[in-house]
């Protein structure tokens, strides 16, 4: 009986892109709240100042790893919105858990920046990756399997889709996994390097424009 | 002599929306701000750190709760703004009282958290998901009746959102009796089951393609 | 030799409109921040617990009292772009001006609340009030001498806009004066049963369809 | 073999304005955190209260000064992207990177308004706003090359938007070097007077209507 409901709710595109830039205007700005100018007591000259700021440049890195996760899955997400028609219930839930999950990452990239040299802190900042890719994956597997897809979209850009985040995904997994036979640091620099790599790399002159 | 200008105002449906995902956004998060991680100096090894990340578990799963109480009626005002051709400005005073009722959620959610065993907890909490049925069911009213939605809207669509409503909180308010009769427990879980169904439901195979 | 620029800066309505939305949404939710759980330690039992919830309906109401200002500015404002064909530099920055002052409104409205007995506190409220009003007045007067405003406008509607601000605002200045011969308590509650009309009247039926 | 995602991927203009009024919209209000009502404690008659409201007033102006700062670049991030027929994932980033930094300003400026008397507060802030400045030459330069600029721009407009990024930072530049050779009141004076200029200039009769 409520079948009729469920047909016809959570079908506005514009309404879910506009609460998921919502969400992540606040998730990438959440981090800054922790930026605080150092008490006024404690600085008694220019020179006191500098090693104030030194002392500051470990939360903004952590703010600018957290802000560039987010950017990748901004991206990506826009990239799969722009080519449905329309969204459905089922659609919205899964990119409802999709926004849970980045509105969680500003926390546990916190939580590694604080924890780097314990493995628990890798694993927690890993399957906020991996939860990410996930929701995203299946959001593109069901709006393909229920029809959501633009009908001209042609067939090598829906591979191209999955095909990113299944190679992404599996980078960031082997990210992970050198913290069991190296280290955290390890893990982190691979997984920082990915990301580094999938921000950048598309600005490299001639494959953009390709 | 004001009533030219009544008649002007408030008319844009996507103003109403943004407005709306914005609350909605700051809403969804403002429960992120209360994880944060563990004081570094109690934590001297992993074992302590899966410690600390059990002990954020409840947090945790009162801002999932949170969230999906959100999101259950994001997805419900969505479907009805989307059968409107435009609002006016008694609507847009419905909305904004069913944003407040929003941004207040969190607070009740936490409050109920906190106080799990008490009955005015529970009380609030369901006090507050009974607003937020109550002034959409209105909104939905007030926009038949001043032949605000799409003229040619079918007729069980429009009873399909007056009943999911309905349906919906006599099932809330069912689980907030039980806390009379058996407990604030059995209250709480009545109700995430209830809640749970809303928002995985349409997702299982056949129906949400019916 | 700037002026080319000036010429072609500012002139999205959507951007417009889009900030706006933002920015209201982030000032309409920044009081329920101060809206939190009392201390479990200090409840014992379920009469405590009615006692911590009243003790919090100040704060509850001056966050409805926050949110109903800022939801009247919110239709004013969007009442005014929603008859403008575009927008340009200067009418960007009025409203800009128009945005700061709503940041501030839950600053001034938790000013009020915390000292309501003092005359100053009054006054600030009130300035906040009167410059909502100003910049939105100013805005409509700028829109229409710079014929930004659609060409198809009847004028009793640009007559209407300018007018309700200026009833609206000489209602606020009296209730404001109203400390002066009587006390704040008398301003506050003249100013918040003007704040009542203007939310609700339109709701009158009869009215709202006329 | 990625070049095929990187061509489909970051291409809607909707979400990267959507994203950008999000951002900016919880960066202009996040300096009103900081504004906070006196403890009533602390004061016992009107006499107090102004004196405590004349303490906020530093407070008041720094945020004014952030507010007008992200003003100044949200008008030129929208004229740019205004003139754009659509976005590509190079492009996106880079405006990603725009919007870090333009999360980072409250940060900056509350940071030069902590330490007005000290030079690396002031390299700070101007560091901030040169980075502002050059992602969005970046921006043009690359949106232009790219040929993503609707193609009937008049090309005086791509000069005039690139000549007036060049022109606002080379004041700014010479602000920031008067603390060389005066001081860093000086400095943050002329800053302020340039702001100053960009915010209120085309309100000038006569040139916004040119």
């Known amino acids: 009986m409520t079948t009729s409901y469920n047909q016809i709710a959570g079908q506005s595109l514009e309404r879910l892109a506009a ?4 969400i992540f205007a606040v998730a990438m700005t959440l981090l800054v709240l922790d930026l605080r100018a150092p008490a006024a007591a404690a600085i008694h000259n220019e020179h006191d100042l500098w090693r104030a700021l030194v002392a500051l440049s470990p939360r903004l890195l952590m703010y600018m790893m957290s802000f560039m996760t987010l950017g990748i899955f901004w991206v990506g997400q826009q990239t799969q919105l722009n080519h449905l028609v329309r969204s459905d219930r089922s659609l919205s839930w899964i990119h ?9 990452t500003p926390f546990s990239t916190a939580f590694l920046a604080e924890f780097i040299q314990y ?12 939860l990410l890719g996930t929701t995203l994956y299946f959001s ?7 029809r959501l897809v633009k009908p001209d979209l042609p067939p090598e850009i829906a591979i191209a889709i999955k095909r ?3 190679i992404g995904q599996s980078f960031y997994a082997f990210g992970a996994l050198l913290c069991i036979f190296l280290n955290t640091y390890w893990s ?10 999938y921000a950048i790399a598309p600005r490299i002159p001639g494959r953009s424009r390709a």
């Open 19 to 22: 609460l998921s830039d919502g």
């Open 96 to 104: 409802l858990a999709f926004l849970f999950v980045v509105s969680i």
């Open 119 to 130: 493995r628990p802190a890798l694993l927690v900042y890993w399957l906020n990756i991996l």
């Open 140 to 146: 593109w597997v069901c709006a393909m399997g229920t």
């Open 164 to 166: 990113r985040i299944v």
């Open 188 to 197: 982190i620099g691979f997984i920082v390097l990915v990301q580094l790599y």
